[in-house]
């Protein structure tokens, strides 16, 4: 369904003067420029711009169009947008997206997914798979694009507030309360800093058309839609700039993040010997758990693999072998940890 001139206040929304100012559209390119300073942005950089064709996605699209339009920059624009499958009229938003791509001059790139199918081969819940999917097609239209290019998408300061909240009620430790980066690898998220009731408020002003997937109004559909509608609502009430706190949790979370991952990395190396990772002298169980997941790589292992290896190592027991997953194993004799490649 498309929408335009109204907008639902969203939790802690508000609409500012500069939202309603006679160009609210510079209002979004401020926006836009504003989380792209300081994230090491080639003026000219070949940009795709995740468009969904609501309200957040189609406020990046017309915030860094006019910044290029303007002169104020020189990436080169693209419009991606993945159609998930979900709804019958999933293909009209796929094509309103291409329409608005082709008003504003830009290359368009759109793709159908069953996401309903993968959520089900893959085991995942469908927001999941969905997710999965969308970043899939999004980095390989940028392989596509070529070198240097980098991906934009829409979240906003209420997506991070959301997502810190889901990974405290799934009991996350400090690395899931630094919510969403505003940059990791070549995804780029500039709208981080700015609320979604604002910026549906400058496309009202401005008169720009958006969709809204009603799926989105229904707490039932997924975990976010409750924390959007019931969660942060009845915390506004403790507080009613819950948002703003919940994203300087995440700022100083990822701060303690950092330290700990420096003081573990530090750990690894002094321990690292021809015969493993030596644990005679095992440090807090804090900087345990990093060491572990630092010397096990990427993919993280299970946060109980690394507890059964450190338990392993700083228990009684020796010759103890423990499946890490992603074809690894760690290996505890006599107080020194072996980790291997098994396969894969």
Do not use: C
């Not at 510079?26 to 064709?53: E, H, M, N, Q």
């Not at 991906?151 to 009620?169: F, G, M, N, P, Q």
């Amino acid at each position: 369904m498309v929408e335009q001139g109204t907008h639902k206040p969203l939790v802690g929304g508000s609409n500012p003067p500069s939202a309603t100012s006679p160009d609210p559209v510079a209002f979004l390119a401020d926006a836009v420029l504003r989380g792209t300073d300081g994230l090491a942005i080639s003026p000219d950089a070949p940009l795709v711009l995740a468009v969904s064709g609501g309200p957040d996605s189609t406020a990046l699209l017309h915030g860094a169009h006019r910044l290029v339009a303007d002169g104020m920059r020189a990436w080169r624009l693209l419009v991606a947008h993945l159609d998930h499958g979900l709804r019958d009229d999933s293909a009209a938003d796929a094509a309103h997206v291409r329409a608005v791509a082709d008003d504003l001059g830009l290359a368009f790139r759109g793709e159908r997914a069953d996401v309903a199918s993968l959520s089900r081969t893959e085991g995942r819940s469908l927001e999941d798979a969905g997710r999965q999917a969308r970043y899939r097609f999004l980095e390989r239209i940028a392989e596509e694009v070529g070198e240097g290019a980098l991906i934009a998408t829409a979240h906003t300061a209420d997506d991070v507030a959301e997502t810190i909240v889901l990974r405290i009620a799934r009991g996350s430790g400090l690395r899931g309360l630094r919510g969403i980066p505003a940059r990791r690898g070549r995804v780029l998220r500039p709208l981080l800093g700015e609320r979604r009731a604002t910026l549906r408020a400058a496309l009202d002003a401005a008169g720009i058309r958006y969709l809204v997937d009603p799926s989105n109004d229904d707490p039932r559909a997924a975990q976010r839609n409750r924390i959007r509608h019931d969660v942060l609502p009845a915390m506004e009430q403790l507080n009613p700039r819950i948002v703003d706190a919940l994203q300087r949790l995440g700022r100083l979370a990822g701060d303690d993040d950092d330290a700990l991952e420096a003081i573990a990395a530090g750990e690894l190396a002094s321990r690292r010997g021809p015969d493993g990772i030596d644990w005679r002298h095992p440090p807090a169980r804090a900087i345990g758990r990093r060491v572990m997941r630092l010397a096990a790589g990427d993919p993280a292992p299970p946060a109980e693999r690394i507890e059964a290896v450190l338990d392993a190592a700083e228990g009684p027991r020796g010759g103890v072998t423990i499946e890490l997953g992603g074809g690894r194993e760690a290996s505890v004799r006599e107080r020194v940890v072996v980790i291997t490649q098994t396969h894969g």
